[in-house]
């Protein structure tokens, strides 16, 4: 991922629109090479495993498309499912985190973003639907936390940031460890989150192989 096509971001309801322009800035865009989509999706991309991130954060435009993460240049995609231990139930399934790592223009990147719950296996049934909210960080019912993070290094500058308190909804299409008996750090999760603050708004789509998982006490 070395080739950055350079594009900005303006945000257009209902949809980002990518329009390009002339120069492009490593350290404030995050652009992959071959992109093939022209705005931010506006639902979920299916069940074939891929990661799309496209939209403004802080002044920064990320444009990131992974539709096949099998043969995609990059470090590292990970997805973790995490669980909360406690004495009346040893399986409340609060939190699923995600991140891609990749050199970007000779600068290493790496982007993470999550969905938190009171407990996903309290929902009645997939897929859901749930409401961005930033009061709780483990809302319940049909309300969830996201944050947005991001990190490089170049030239002696660093751009580091962890974004939350945003508007907007995220639907979670599967996972298939939904309702199981134990926690659970095989098979797939996909979702889609729209999201807006500000001048910020992004949407991410993925289906992501589970890579991992934790249980904290």
Same mark, same amino acid.
């Given at each position: 991922?070395?080739?950055?096509?350079?594009?900005?971001?303006?945000l257009?309801?209902? %949809?980002?629109?990518?329009?390009?322009?002339?120069?492009?800035?490593?350290?404030?865009?995050?652009?992959?090479?071959?992109n093939?989509?022209?705005?931010?999706?506006?639902?979920?991309?299916?069940?074939k495993?891929?990661?799309?991130?496209?939209?403004t954060?802080?002044?920064k435009?990320?444009?990131? %498309?992974?539709?096949?993460?099998?043969?995609?240049?990059?470090?590292?995609?990970?997805?973790?499912?995490?669980?909360?231990? +406690?004495?009346?139930?040893?399986?409340?399934? %609060?939190?699923?985190?995600?991140?891609?790592?990749?050199?970007?223009?000779?600068?290493?990147?790496?982007?993470?973003?999550?969905?938190?719950?009171?407990?996903? +296996?309290?929902?009645?049934?997939?897929?859901?639907?749930?409401?961005?909210?930033?009061?709780?960080?483990?809302?319940?019912g049909?309300?969830?936390?996201?944050?947005?993070?991001?990190?490089?290094?170049?030239g002696?500058?660093?751009?580091?940031?962890?974004?939350?308190?945003?508007?907007?909804?995220?639907?979670?299409?599967?996972?298939?460890?939904? %309702?199981?008996?134990?926690? +659970?750090?095989?098979?797939?999760?996909?979702?889609?989150?729209?999201?807006?603050?500000?001048?910020?708004?992004?949407?991410?789509?993925?289906?992501?192989?589970?890579?991992?998982?934790e249980?904290?006490?």
């Amino acid at each position: 991922m070395r080739l950055s096509a350079p594009m900005l971001v303006a945000l257009l309801a209902p %949809q980002i629109a990518m329009p390009t322009v002339v120069l492009a800035d490593p350290m404030m865009q995050t652009v992959t090479p071959g992109n093939t989509l022209t705005a931010a999706p506006t639902e979920w991309l299916g069940d074939k495993p891929h990661l799309v991130i496209m939209g403004t954060v802080d002044g920064k435009l990320f444009d990131v %498309q992974v539709m096949d993460i099998t043969s995609a240049d990059i470090s590292a995609i990970t997805l973790k499912r995490e669980y909360l231990l +406690n004495d009346t139930d040893y399986n409340p399934y %609060q939190e699923m985190d995600f991140a891609i790592e990749f050199v970007h223009e000779g600068i290493a990147k790496a982007i993470e973003g999550k969905l938190t719950h009171a407990d996903f +296996n309290k929902l009645a049934a997939l897929p859901a639907t749930f409401t961005l909210q930033s009061a709780e960080e483990y809302p319940e019912g049909d309300k969830v936390f996201t944050e947005f993070e991001y990190k490089w290094e170049a030239g002696g500058v660093t751009v580091d940031a962890e974004s939350p308190d945003y508007a907007g909804t995220a639907t979670l299409h599967m996972d298939t460890a939904f %309702q199981a008996a134990a926690p +659970n750090g095989d098979g797939m999760i996909g979702a889609f989150i729209t999201a807006a603050k500000g001048d910020s708004a992004y949407a991410i789509s993925f289906t992501l192989p589970v890579t991992e998982f934790e249980v904290e006490d």
